[in-house]
């Protein structure tokens, strides 16, 4: 079980993310929702080690993963929203980087690399460059380097950003399969729908503060809505799409 106590980060006495807490359990995809500006991308850099809480308890299995950040990130795999890989470097290069950091065995390393880039259509340019990769492809590699190790604890950015619609309808089935492994999944993302179709559990947060944790059926239920999109309307006190659209072409017209 992850566990996340109080979190707080604070940038010059303003909270980015304020006394957030919630769970994610063995086989529970957790959706992290909120708008542009909303704690999402610090609590994940948060979690994955790449900032410094200012306040809080970050727990896997009872135990603070800040003690041990080194082992922790042995059992994490992170995909993060923006796909910063090294270009001069080939899908295969990547992958077999990624794994000697891992501490993966050569031979695993070759094999799993190998699987992975064709089971996710990147056969034919496991040799190319990343440079001369589309995002989609950049996007797959992220994926694939995130699952090399077989990780127990899974952190999503965005994780569809890019991908074809093929490549989205496996995710979201690979989603489904590694939670029923029992693997820790945190999903953070903007598109409701997607969401709203692969988690069991989310978390809403506006203005660095958690507004709602509960499954989404529960939430449909307490706030009287048919959809996730009607109950984060309300509680991060989002304009309807349709009234946004209805402003946008008066102001166009002003």
Same mark, same amino acid.
Request: net charge neutral; glycine share 8%; with cysteine.
């Given at each position: 079980?992850?566990?996340?106590r ?5 940038? &010059? ?11 994610i ?6 959706g992290y929702?909120g708008?542009?500006?909303?704690g999402?991308?610090t @609590?994940?850099k ?5 900032? +410094?809480? =200012?306040?809080?308890e ?10 041990d ?5 042995r059992?994490?795999?992170? $995909?993060?929203?923006e ?5 001069h ?8 980087l ?6 993966l ?11 992975l880039?064709r089971?996710f259509?990147l056969?034919? &340019?496991?040799h190319?460059?990343?440079? =001369?990769?589309s995002?989609g492809m950049?996007?797959? #590699?992220l994926? &694939?380097?995130a699952?090399?190790?077989?990780p127990?604890?899974?952190i ?5 950003s890019?991908?074809d619609v @093929?490549?989205?309808? $496996?995710?979201?089935q690979?989603?489904?399969r590694l939670?029923a492994?029992?693997?820790l999944?945190l ?5 409701? +729908?997607?969401? +709203?179709k $692969?988690?069991?559990? #989310?978390?809403?947060l506006r203005k660095g503060k958690?507004?709602?944790?509960n499954s989404?059926?529960?939430?449909r +239920?307490l706030?009287?809505?048919?959809s996730l999109?009607?109950v984060?309307s309300?509680?991060?006190?989002q304009?309807h799409?349709g ?5 946008i $072409? ?5």
């Amino acid at each position: 079980m992850l566990e996340v106590r109080g979190l707080t980060k604070y940038y &010059s006495r303003i909270p980015a993310i304020e006394d957030a807490n919630f769970t994610i359990r063995p086989g529970e995809i957790l959706g992290y929702l909120g708008p542009n500006g909303s704690g999402k991308s610090t @609590t994940v850099k948060i979690l994955t080690g790449l900032l +410094e809480p =200012s306040e809080g308890e970050l727990l896997y299995r009872g135990e603070d993963i800040r003690k041990d950040f080194v082992g922790f990130k042995r059992i994490m795999g992170y $995909v993060p929203e923006e796909a910063h890989l090294y270009p001069h470097l080939t899908g295969t290069e990547y992958l077999q980087l990624v794994g000697r950091l891992r501490g993966l065995e050569r031979r695993t390393i070759e094999k799993r690399a190998e699987t992975l880039l064709r089971l996710f259509g990147l056969d034919d &340019s496991r040799h190319s460059l990343i440079g =001369s990769y589309s995002k989609g492809m950049r996007q797959k #590699v992220l994926i &694939s380097s995130a699952l090399l190790h077989d990780p127990d604890v899974l952190i999503f950015d965005e994780p569809f950003s890019g991908l074809d619609v @093929t490549a989205a309808q $496996v995710l979201k089935q690979l989603l489904a399969r590694l939670a029923a492994e029992g693997k820790l999944i945190l999903y953070s993302s903007h598109v409701l +729908e997607v969401v +709203e179709k $692969v988690c069991s559990e #989310v978390v809403i947060l506006r203005k660095g503060k958690v507004v709602a944790n509960n499954s989404i059926s529960k939430l449909r +239920e307490l706030m009287a809505s048919p959809s996730l999109e009607d109950v984060f309307s309300q509680l991060a006190e989002q304009d309807h799409a349709g009234e946004t659209v209805k402003r946008i $072409v008066e102001a166009m017209r002003a």
